[in-house]
């Protein structure tokens, strides 16, 4: 019989230790928590991210650059890219959730680097933090998130009380954006922008004036640059006018609202007026519509540049545009064409009030005798200007009308063109005079007058010869006769006594006649 193997024995069972985390895990676990906890910060503070449009993304880097509002920050950089055409750089920005107000349509963004504009400077304190986006806060209901920066920081933020005008003017001068503007030489605000106009005729200004001075702007204020030094020397003296110092090296604008017209109502935002090129200009009566006129002028324009002005019985109705020179075919002569604008208006009650086209009654005018005519306005400079006056005696003429509307006015000779035409008068009546036979006739009267002053010298010698004795021996008769104790003379003494005693006569009858004027009705008294 097999023997059976002996039963093994059963294996000791004991439980495995449970795993204990080590304490190495704590740290990146703690900080897993903190970075989901800032995640969800993150994302639960986020703001709108927008888009700006730069022309140049110098001194901006993503996660850097902050976007500031009043020195607070607002964003961040987040990313800079260029445009899809290449002309420009594109800054994303991420704002803050409390700054999702700025997202608005009326937002402006600009990049705040050091700068000097004019009399002022921005900027100095990105010298040393670097450079960052401003933003000026919009007041729009309308939400957006692409905006186009600003290239230069806005003149007026948006939060300062005031009203926005807009000027137009001839030419832009030495203003700036953020050249001042003046009340009574009061800075009352700025000009925030300027742009020409597409014809390219006028540029537009537009100016901020700050409360309360907006409140005197009324409908007919007046507006004029200010720039630089206003200095004038005419017919009616020096004059010097400016307003600042500032003004002179950066320029200004100065508006003035018009005396004696309390009751002009105020203007409103938006309200459009004329720019001034002075102070004299502007304070002239309202212009009006202005009429064109071109004047043909014979002779010479020296002294007569645009700007001139022209003057009806001294008061300025406009200015000379354009003075040029050009060949006349007809009379085969240099004529001398002057453009000028004219303001009818300006003459106040004065001004023509007959109705019909403009032509029309420049032609009633000029059969009156309307004409232009050169004068001299400055005897130093000899500055010439264009006189329009009544001249009934002057040549008859008609006004013509050009196809765009200009008025063309007949002109006599001026001043200078009048003496000329005297001397020329006087030259030809001098060339006239028969000098030649004037001469011959001197010559021969001369002869004549030669040979009668010969028999004249020959009668004088023979009444030396034959006269001369006989009035020397009468002579020494009469000598004889008056000298010593001729009778003639004793007689002629007597005669000298009696008439003395005659006049003392009657000296005493005039003397007796004087005391005793009775005397004649009386007769002579008898003294007792």
Do not use: C
Not at 98 to 127: I, K
């Amino acid at each position: 019989m097999t023997d059976l193997p002996a039963q093994a024995p059963e294996p000791a069972i004991s439980r495995a230790p449970r795993w204990v985390p080590s304490l190495i895990w704590v740290v990146p676990l703690v900080a897993a928590l903190v970075g989901i906890s800032l995640l969800v910060h993150e994302i639960r503070n986020a703001g709108p991210t927008i888009e700006i449009t730069f022309a140049t993304a110098e001194g901006i880097e993503p996660g850097k650059t902050k976007v500031k509002f009043k020195s607070v920050d607002i964003g961040n950089v987040t990313a800079v890219r260029l445009s899809e055409d290449r002309t420009a750089a594109v800054v994303e920005i991420a704002l803050n959730q409390s700054a999702e107000d700025f997202a608005v349509a009326d937002s402006r963004f600009w990049v705040v680097r050091p700068r000097l504009a004019g009399a002022t400077v921005s900027g100095l304190g990105t010298l040393l933090s670097g450079v960052y986006i401003g933003v000026d806060a919009g007041k729009s209901g309308e939400k957006r998130t692409r905006f186009k920066g600003l290239e230069q920081p806005p003149a007026v933020s948006s939060d300062v009380p005031g009203t926005r005008y807009v000027l137009h003017a001839e030419d832009i001068g030495s203003l700036d954006v953020g050249s001042p503007v003046y009340f009574r030489r009061l800075q009352a605000g700025q000009v925030e922008r300027f742009a020409l106009d597409p014809d390219g005729r006028r540029i537009t200004v537009g100016v901020f004036v700050r409360a309360p001075y907006d409140g005197f702007v009324t409908q007919r204020t007046r507006f004029w640059h200010a720039s630089g030094i206003d200095m004038s020397f005419d017919a009616s003296g020096f004059k010097l006018r400016t307003q600042s110092l500032t003004t002179i090296v950066a320029g200004g604008i100065a508006f003035e609202p018009p005396r004696g017209e309390d009751d002009d109502p105020h203007a409103a935002d938006g309200t459009s007026f004329a720019l001034a090129a002075s102070y004299d200009a502007a304070i002239k009566t309202p212009d009006g519509e202005p009429q064109t006129v071109l004047i043909r002028f014979t002779d010479s324009v020296r002294g007569l540049a645009a700007g001139a002005p022209v003057d009806f019985r001294g008061v300025t109705i406009g200015s000379v545009r354009d003075v040029r020179l050009v060949y006349d075919e007809k009379t085969d002569t240099y004529v001398a064409p002057v453009t000028a604008v004219i303001y009818p208006e300006r003459l106040g009650e004065a001004a023509p009030k007959a109705s019909g086209a403009p032509v029309s009654v420049a032609e009633r005018l000029v059969k009156r005798g309307l004409r232009a005519q050169l004068k001299t306005g400055n005897l130093i400079t000899g500055q010439l200007y264009v006189s329009l006056d009544f001249h009934p005696e002057a040549p008859a003429a008609h006004a013509r009308a050009d196809a765009d509307g200009t008025i063309e006015v007949p002109a006599i000779p001026g001043e200078l063109g009048e003496l000329q035409a005297s001397v020329r008068a006087i030259l030809k009546k001098i060339e006239a005079v028969p000098f030649e036979e004037l001469g011959h006739e001197a010559q021969r009267t001369l002869v004549t007058l030669n040979k009668t002053l010969a028999r004249l010298d020959t009668t004088l010698a023979n009444t030396d010869s034959k006269l001369l004795p006989e009035l020397r021996d009468s002579l020494r008769t009469i000598s004889a006769t008056l000298a010593g104790d001729s009778p003639t003379q004793q007689d002629t003494r007597a005669a000298l006594r009696a008439m003395t005693d005659a006049a003392r006569s009657l000296k005493a009858l005039a003397d007796g006649i004087d005391r005793n004027p009775e005397s004649l009705l009386r007769g002579r008294r008898n003294d007792r």
